[in-house]
């Protein structure tokens, strides 16, 4: 692992935005001198010249410029990590995949400032199987489909209805409600990664013709030109209610759990809130 110092970045992104070495140590309030061992020293780390200097100015090499690229976002993480720590305040930031928790979404965040305002809330939409937890992006997930990864760990803080999507003039449309046998025939389109609709829901014999797809925009569409049908929690009918296409509950299939997902061995301080909020506009919908 190559030794990266902070100070190296700084010094780095110094001489870019001021120009020259000169003006790099007197906005670092240190030497020319220091500042040239600095340069040298990241260079020497990375294996790579990061800048060209003449005698009239100082310009980054291509690899330079992704090296600054990077060093200003790095160092605004630390910045932030700072400021935050200083300021008792904490980030909070849960991922979903395609409709955080629905028609609560709103709720939950207004209460969830009202009640903790030294917790500063973000939704973070990632179409992944865990929401963006796996990579970082979040702190907590919603998901709909069980995590069968032992590091993470989950608790269940509500239930929803599967509804069927269709077209709006498909012949399906003029029922209140519909059957798992009404879907059997048609061609279903699923999102395997982070979708909760599969095949099995039918018997074996009566399951559907499939196709896939990768985004809640793109299955909207492709449905509402009726070649395909959807299966899907009730929450997406109201983040994405969407002319042209109609949402019909599935009176004989089974719910779907609502998952809060978390690291096993790295809890955030605020989960237990985070469940006992969402579980009681669950409880109480």
């Known amino acids: 692992m190559t030794d990266v110092e902070l100070r190296q970045l700084r010094c780095l992104v110094a001489i870019v935005d001021e120009g020259s070495f000169t003006d790099a140590a007197i906005a670092l309030g240190v030497s020319q001198a220091a500042v040239s061992r600095t340069l040298a020293s990241l260079e020497r780390a990375l294996g790579a010249r990061l800048l060209r200097r003449t005698s ?4 980054p090499t ?3 410029l992704r090296v600054v690229s990077h060093a200003r976002r790095v160092l605004g ?3 932030d990590l700072v400021r935050e720590a200083a300021s008792g305040h904490t980030r909070l930031r849960i ?3 395609w409709s955080a928790v629905g028609r609560h979404t709103l709720a939950f965040q ?3 400032g009202a009640t903790h305002p030294e917790t500063d809330l973000q939704l973070v939409r990632v179409n992944s199987a865990t929401a963006g937890l796996a990579d970082g992006a979040c702190d907590l997930s919603v998901v709909r489909i069980p995590l069968n990864d032992t590091r993470f760990d989950s608790a269940i803080v509500g239930l929803e209805r599967r509804l069927c999507v269709m077209a709006s003039d498909d012949p399906l449309a003029r029922r209140r409600s519909v059957r798992l046998a009404d879907i059997s025939g048609r061609t279903l389109l699923i999102d395997r990664r982070t979708g909760t609709t599969t095949t099995e829901l039918w018997p074996p014999g009566a399951r559907p013709a499939t196709e896939d797809t990768r985004d809640v925009d793109d299955w909207l569409n492709v449905i509402s030109t009726g070649r395909c049908v959807g299966m899907t929690a009730e929450s997406t009918a109201n983040q994405y209610p969407r002319p042209g296409v109609v949402y019909r509950p599935v009176r004989d299939a089974e719910p779907i ?3 809060i997902a978390w690291w096993r061995d ?3 301080s605020a989960t237990q809130a985070v469940i006992e909020l969402l579980t009681s506009l669950y409880r109480t919908s």
């Open 62 to 64: 291509g690899t330079g």
């Open 110 to 112: 207004r209460r969830w």
């Open 257 to 259: 759990a609502v998952r």
């Open 95 to 97: 991922g979903y995949a």
């Open 266 to 268: 790295d809890p955030h």
């Open 77 to 79: 993480e630390v910045e």
């Open 56 to 59: 009239r100015e100082v310009t």
